[in-house]
Each structure stands twice: as structure tokens, then as C-alpha cells.
Nanobody, 115 residues
């Protein structure tokens, strides 16, 4: 089982920026990324990236969020700009064999955007 350790998150005002990091233990993982879940809502894809650098984004974050990864460190990053109150959620890092296949979850990190 891959262990995922997340960092970043916190409280920020609308229009601000945050950066999340997620480090994975073990061997190189093909796909890593982030989902988020707001209270009373389903978990949704935020962004994902393969070891080859192919990225996918949820429609609500396109143009504002950027996902990247350092394969040498087995770490994925999520740069979140122009944050909105509706971005408030618990953000979960994931790792998987394929882009939309989740094999392991991180513990989650809270992101709160105040208006």
C-alpha cells in the first residue's frame, strides 16, 4: 500500500493562492492527483497527472489551478490561484495505476476560502 503524506492547505481570502503537496512512499506511481469534497457534496476530481506529465483538470478549476509533479521525489503539487469560496473543501491526494483509478488516498487537508 502506498503511503501518501499531504501538506499545505489552510485559510485564505478569496482571490488568494495556496499550494498543496503530496509525497508518496514506494516506487514510482503512474497517476497522482487531487480530489476534493465539500460538506454535503460528492467527492470530485480537481486535477490529475501521470508520470509522463499528462494532466487533467476538473471544469471548475481550469485556468486557476495547476498540477505538477517531481518524479524523483514521488511528489505531486497543486498550485491554486484565484481561489473562490466555492473551492472550500477537504482536498484528498490520491495515487493510482491509471489516471482515474484510485488505489490509495491521503488523509485529506482542509482548504477554506473566505469571502
Amino acid at each position: 500500500q502506498v503511503q501518501l503524506v499531504e501538506s499545505g492547505g489552510g485559510l485564505v481570502q478569496a482571490g488568494g493562492s495556496l499550494r498543496l503537496s503530496c509525497a508518496a512512499s514506494g516506487s514510482i506511481i503512474n497517476a497522482m492527483g487531487w480530489y476534493r469534497q465539500a460538506p454535503g457534496k460528492q467527492r470530485e476530481l480537481v486535477a490529475a497527472i501521470t508520470s509522463g506529465g499528462r494532466a487533467n483538470y476538473g471544469d471548475s478549476v481550469k485556468g486557476r489551478f495547476t498540477i505538477s509533479r517531481d518524479n524523483a521525489k514521488n511528489t505531486v503539487y497543486l498550485q491554486m490561484n484565484s481561489l473562490k469560496p466555492e473551492d472550500t473543501a477537504v482536498y484528498y491526494c490520491y495515487a493510482g495505476r491509471y489516471t482515474f483509478v484510485v488505489d490509495s488516498w491521503g488523509q485529506g487537508t482542509q482548504v477554506t476560502v473566505s469571502s
